[in-house]
């Protein structure tokens, strides 16, 4: 059995398997490649500083986790401006800013 220290999404076998493509088409973009590498130089040059921390990219500095993916308490919704385009379908689709890169709307069918 194991022990699960973060709540986990309670999603079908079929969802879990999508949202894990979709996640993994998310990280392997170019820019979460650069970010994750950028990260990982910051934390080699000051591990001290690293250890148990994020580092935010926008401001530049380590922050504890809840702090950075929290937007430093402000959350997201004033950042997350939408873009309605067409899928393969011809149905309107809404996507926000992290889903307009090519390869991902590709991987996701809708590019």
Do not use: V
């Amino acid at each position: 059995m194991r022990n699960h220290t973060r709540m986990t999404q309670k999603l079908s076998a079929t969802a879990r398997r999508d949202k894990a493509a979709r996640d993994k088409a998310y990280a392997m973009t170019d820019g979460r490649k650069a970010k994750k590498a950028h990260a990982e130089r910051e934390a080699r040059a000051n591990p001290s500083a690293a250890k148990g921390k994020d580092f935010d990219h926008k401001d530049q500095r380590w922050e504890s986790p809840n702090q950075n993916r929290s937007n430093d308490g402000e959350g997201t919704k004033k950042e997350s401006t939408t873009t309605t385009i067409l899928n393969k379908h011809g149905k309107n689709i809404h996507i926000s800013p992290r889903h307009r890169d090519s390869r991902y709307r590709q991987t996701i069918g809708i590019g």
